[in-house]
């Protein structure tokens, strides 16, 4: 089993960074591709940004230009650096790891960013 935990969310201005970290522990040899998803107020969870044991990355069009996601497998920690953030960045974000050698999937509790004024 894999436990992901995220931290480093919280309220932040229009036009701020925040740094997200997500801690992986149990059987991290078994994780596969990571990624970051968030989920607004009433609306669907959606990608932000993944990226794979070997570093390729891809983005959601919408925090491309902004964000920069990163992992570090001798810490087992994965990081999204937002910046420029917007209002409508404003959502629970979540940490999520697919199984290196199956098709499990494990979530996060979820941190949550803010962006107002």
């Known amino acids: 089993q894999v436990q992901l935990v995220e931290s480093g969310g919280g309220l932040v201005q229009p036009g701020g960074s925040l740094r997200l970290s997500c801690g992986a522990s149990?059987?991290?040899?078994?994780?596969?591709?990571m990624g970051w998803y968030r989920q607004a107020p009433g609306k669907q969870r959606e990608l932000v940004a993944a990226?794979?044991?070997?570093?390729?990355?891809n983005y959601a069009a919408s925090v491309k230009d902004r964000c920069t996601i990163s992992r570090d497998n001798a810490k087992d920690t994965m990081y999204l650096q937002m910046n420029s953030l917007k209002p409508e960045d404003t959502a629970v974000y979540y940490c999520?790891?697919?199984?290196?050698?199956?098709?499990?999937?494990?979530w996060g509790q979820g941190t949550q960013v803010t962006v107002s004024s």
């Open positions: 999520k790891a697919d199984g290196r050698f199956d098709l499990r999937v494990y």
């Open positions: 149990g059987s991290t040899f078994a994780i596969g591709r």
């Open positions: 990226i794979t044991r070997a570093g390729s990355t």
